[in-house]
T-cell receptor, first 113, second 113 residues
Framework: GENVEQHPSTLSVQEGDSAVIKCTYS??????FPWYKQELGKRPQLIID?????GEKKDQRIAVTLNKTAKHFSLHITETQPEDSAVYFC????????????FGKGTKLTVNP | NAGVTQTPKFQVLKTGQSMTLQCAQD?????MSWYRQDPGMGLRLIHY???????DQGEVPNGYNVSRSTTEDFPLRLLSAAPSQTSVYFC????????????FGDGTRLSIL
């Protein structure tokens, strides 16, 4: 499948600040966009996802925005905490194909106390 | 429910050896997938299955075989291990309804000497 570009590759913020990670894609057939958090040595865990008929979704301190026209989507974490430190992966799925996720290369987020 | 269970957790092989990585899920998910994770590369799809008896290739299928004889199990076979297959392998599963989130197992850390 076509790649997902994820930026930045590393991000360091102070506790309480916001963090934003952006992903871009080129396959216009993509219509499902999950975000995973992976702590060191652990499995990827779904933290939020968005489908193409929605522009924004929020879950407490986490939000995802989707711009289908520009083909990019972003993860926003507000009021960051040290336990938010992890690697975050964006992914896209082709239409009806969540079993065939294409992942970005990840962003290592460090939240400094 | 145990979720997605992968065995073994760690394995060291010699070049040329074969082995099977096991994956089982107890959530009655139709879709199952295998990914490999290499440093700085994100997760890449190896093979996937949309139901018992149906498998297909992902982005990096060479050197791997799969089968899906039951809904619960989706083993990944390395035919003749090569050092390039040193990686962390994750199995994931999801419901078949459109755009359902994938749930990951804990991974198998495989080293090929």
């Amino acid at each position: 499948g076509e790649n997902v570009e994820q930026h930045p590759s590393t991000l360091s913020v102070q506790e309480g600040d916001s963090a934003v990670i952006k992903c871009t894609y080129s396959d216009s057939a993509s219509n499902y966009f999950p975000w995973y958090k992976q702590e060191l040595g652990k499995r990827p865990q779904l933290i939020i996802d968005i489908r193409s008929n929605v522009g924004e979704k929020k879950d407490q301190r986490i939000a995802v925005t989707l711009n289908k026209t520009a083909k990019h989507f972003s993860l926003h974490i507000t009021e960051t905490q040290p336990e938010d430190s992890a690697v975050y992966f964006c992914a896209r799925a082709p239409k009806g194909g969540s079993e065939k996720l294409v992942f970005g290369k990840g962003t290592k987020l460090t939240v400094n106390p | 429910n145990a979720g997605v269970t992968q065995t073994p957790k760690f394995q060291v092989l010699k070049t040329g050896q074969s082995m099977t990585l096991q994956c089982a899920q107890d959530m009655n998910h139709e879709y199952m997938s295998w990914y490999r994770q290499d440093p700085g590369m994100g997760l890449r799809l190896i093979h996937y299955s949309v139901g018992a008896g149906i498998t297909d290739q992902g982005e990096v299928p060479n050197g791997y075989n799969v089968s899906r004889s039951t809904t619960e199990d989706f083993p990944l076979r390395l035919l003749s291990a090569a050092p390039s297959q040193t990686s962390v392998y994750f199995c994931a599963s999801s419901y078949s309804a459109s755009n359902q989130p994938q749930h990951f197992g804990d991974g198998t850390r495989l080293s090929i000497l």
